[in-house]
């Protein structure tokens, strides 16, 4: 027996005495739903199964032994989220018919291809700059990794190459990991918001949350991740087998085939406007998404026809998504991460007078709670507790709701995080070489960069 299955078998083992046993301050229905969380989690993170499949097996355990109602089990299906994958697919396909991602590539490759480590760093801070014009990192995503992977043929980086999935984590991570210490380009930055105006009428502004965040959330944590991807996935670009005759140019094509690609830029253009007014009128990037897809879908244009989008929509990854997202709504139902924070809260040192512990204690509370709950769920199961975490820890509630980001900022597993899931899947590459980034970078993180965070937090007054 391999070692994924071994921990698979063991993890299992664990779940079924967990379920039986009921921990204390657990009832029925919780412990039964943390035993099959930690099933559900082995065998995304192993993926001994495929994803989709474990998707499905977690609805319908759901379902038959009435843990949640069919509204929570399949909340991911009716979030904005999947749609904007599903539309991601659709750009994807239009830009890749017509050549708009091997041309916009050429202008990559023309300054960042001297070495591998410019290459890398120059894909680095362009989604580092997408950041702050568009505000969902899974719409940042679908755009760019088509882009990216075009990027990754004209230098010579074939499929099965380190340098090719060194760019695709460049990109994933790029636009993602960057986002969380700017207030709206992340999900759980907006959950966050929303849930701390609501619970405590505080208002998070854009300037105050990107000083607190940016410097080593964004500028030196993106510097870390491209020093890892070179260190772990070294390559250096083949010039000599970019194949110059078949590069794209903007007059180059036939009639149709200009005409095609004229639409597909308009296209784009005015959806990317629209995603970056969003705070305009408050429209979502995800119906933004859908709409430009079904305009893509005309019949009329013709630019994808019905057989791409059959061929080309990969319903496995939709799935897979809709069961994280599922899993994190369940965990709510259920009440489950309340449990869960309330047994960190005992066991973490948390006193009054000792900030730096307090803050690295609530920082690890918000990491444990993300690979449970995914990285959504942090802000909707901590911000609650915040006024308690304030009274135990004499810190004020705006500085504990802030540990929250250095928390879910830190991505262990690749299945806590939507658009690192869906970066890697359209790239084609493994969501396992993920974890060769994540896991030392989680270490550098807790060991160093938190400990940053507080330097520069009692800088800013934070603590006082």
């Not at 894909?123 to 950041?131: I, R, Y």
Request: overall charge positive; aromatic content about 12%; proline content about 5%.
């Amino acid at each position: 027996m391999s070692c994924k299955k071994w921990i698979v078998f063991v993890v299992f083992l664990f779940a079924v005495v967990i379920s039986i046993l009921s921990p204390e301050n657990m009832n029925q229905q919780q412990s039964l739903t943390f035993g099959l969380v930690l099933v559900v989690l082995s065998l995304w993170g192993t993926n001994i199964i495929p994803n989709y499949l474990t998707s499905l097996a977690f609805f319908a355990f759901l379902l038959i032994f009435k843990i949640a109602p069919p509204a929570a089990v399949f909340s991911g299906f009716s979030s904005a989220a999947i749609w904007l994958v599903f539309s991601g697919f659709i750009i994807a396909i239009a830009i890749k018919n017509v050549g708009l991602s091997g041309y916009i590539s050429q202008l990559f490759e023309r300054y960042f291809s001297k070495s591998y480590l410019v290459l890398v760093s120059g894909v680095m801070l362009f989604t580092m700059a997408l950041g702050f014009l568009m505000p969902s990192s899974l719409g940042r995503a679908v755009l760019m990794v088509p882009i990216g992977m075009a990027l990754a043929d004209q230098v010579g980086f074939v499929p099965g190459s380190k340098g090719r999935t060194g760019i695709a984590l460049a990109l994933t991570l790029g636009c993602h990991v960057p986002g969380f210490a700017i207030l709206p380009a992340n999900v759980p930055n907006l959950v966050l918001t929303g849930a701390a105006q609501t619970l405590y009428g505080l208002n998070l502004t854009y300037a105050n949350y990107l000083l607190l965040h940016y410097p080593i959330l964004g500028i030196v944590k993106s510097a870390l991740i491209t020093g890892l991807i070179v260190l772990f996935f070294p390559d250096k670009p083949v010039y000599q087998t970019c194949l110059h005759s078949e590069k794209i140019h903007s007059d180059s094509g036939t009639k149709t085939e200009r005409r095609k690609r004229y639409w597909i830029s308009g296209i784009l253009i005015m959806t990317l406007l629209f995603w970056m007014t969003d705070s305009i009128h408050n429209i979502s990037p995800a119906w933004i998404g859908l709409v430009a897809s079904v305009v893509l879908m005309l019949p009329g244009l013709k630019l994808v026809e019905p057989g791409q989008f059959q061929k080309n929509i990969n319903f496995g990854l939709l799935l897979f998504i809709a069961g994280i997202l599922g899993l994190s709504a369940v965990m709510k139902h259920t009440g489950l991460g309340n449990v869960i924070a309330q047994w960190l809260i005992h066991v973490l040192p948390l006193a009054k007078g000792a900030d730096f512990t307090n803050f690295m204690s609530l920082c690890v509370m918000s990491f444990v709670t993300g690979i449970v709950t995914t990285l959504p769920g942090v802000p909707a199961v901590l911000t609650p507790m915040a006024h308690q975490l304030s009274d135990i820890t004499g810190l004020s509630v705006s500085a504990v709701l802030m540990t929250q980001v250095i928390g879910f900022s830190t991505i262990l597993f690749p299945f806590q995080s939507g658009p690192m899931t869906v970066g890697m899947q359209l790239s084609n590459e493994r969501l396992g070489y993920a974890m060769k980034i994540t896991v030392p970078l989680t270490i550098i993180t807790l060991c160093i960069l938190a400990p940053l965070d507080y330097v520069w937090w009692e800088y800013l007054g934070m603590f006082q």
